[in-house]
C-alpha cells in the first residue's frame, strides 16, 4: 500500500511555471564580480591600454586624482581628465578639468570590474534545486511516498 504525505490536488501547472520563473529569475543575484587592478608607474604610461575605466591617480604628495574620461599627452608627460582632486585626507580639493604633471605621481592605478564566471555553477546548481523544491512542494504525492506493507 502506498501512501503520500499529503493528499491534495497538484498545483496547477500556470502557477508552477510563475514560480519558476520568478526563481530563476532572482538567481541573476548569484553572479559575482571580479575586479582588475593594473598598477603602472608614471614612466611606464605606454603599457596602459585605453581604458573606459576610471583612473586613480596617486601623487607623491599623497593627494589621489580620480579622473573619467582621462587621457594622456606623452609629448607634454601630462595626465589630462575630468574628476576629482582629494587631499591626504580624502576630502576634495578641486573638481573639473584637470591636468598633473606625469612627474609628480607615484602610480596610476586602474580598476575593472567585470563579470566573474565563477558564479555559473552556483546559479545551475541553486536553480535547479529551487526547482526542484518548488514541484516537490506542489506535487508532494509524485516527489516523496511512504510505503507501508510487504512490499
Known amino acids: 500500500m502506498q501512501v503520500g504525505l499529503l493528499?491534495?490536488?497538484?498545483?496547477?501547472?500556470?502557477?508552477?511555471r510563475i514560480v519558476c520563473a520568478v526563481l530563476l529569475l532572482t538567481q541573476g543575484s548569484c553572479a559575482t564580480q571580479a575586479v582588475e587592478r593594473t598598477?603602472?608607474?608614471?614612466a611606464d604610461t605606454r603599457r596602459i591600454e585605453k581604458?573606459?575605466?576610471?583612473?586613480?591617480?596617486?601623487?607623491?604628495s599623497g593627494e589621489v586624482y580620480l579622473l573619467?574620461?582621462?587621457?594622456?599627452?606623452?609629448?607634454?608627460?601630462?595626465l589630462l581628465g575630468t574628476g576629482q582632486r582629494l587631499s591626504v585626507s580624502r576630502e576634495t580639493i578641486e573638481e573639473g578639468e584637470l591636468r598633473v604633471s606625469l612627474d609628480s605621481l607615484l602610480l596610476l592605478e586602474i580598476n575593472v570590474t567585470r563579470r566573474s564566471r565563477h558564479g555559473i555553477p552556483l546559479f545551475l546548481l541553486t536553480s535547479g534545486s529551487l526547482v526542484l523544491a518548488a514541484y516537490c512542494a506542489a506535487n508532494p504525492d509524485?516527489?516523496?511516498?511512504?510505503?507501508?506493507?510487504?512490499?
Open 7 to 16: 493528499a491534495r490536488p497538484p498545483l496547477d501547472p500556470r502557477i508552477f
Open 39 to 42: 598598477l603602472v608607474l608614471p
Open 51 to 60: 581604458a573606459r575605466s576610471p583612473l586613480k591617480a596617486h601623487a607623491r
Open 68 to 78: 573619467s574620461p582621462w587621457r594622456i599627452d606623452e609629448e607634454e608627460r601630462m
Open 142 to 151: 509524485q516527489c516523496f511516498e511512504i510505503q507501508f506493507g510487504g512490499q
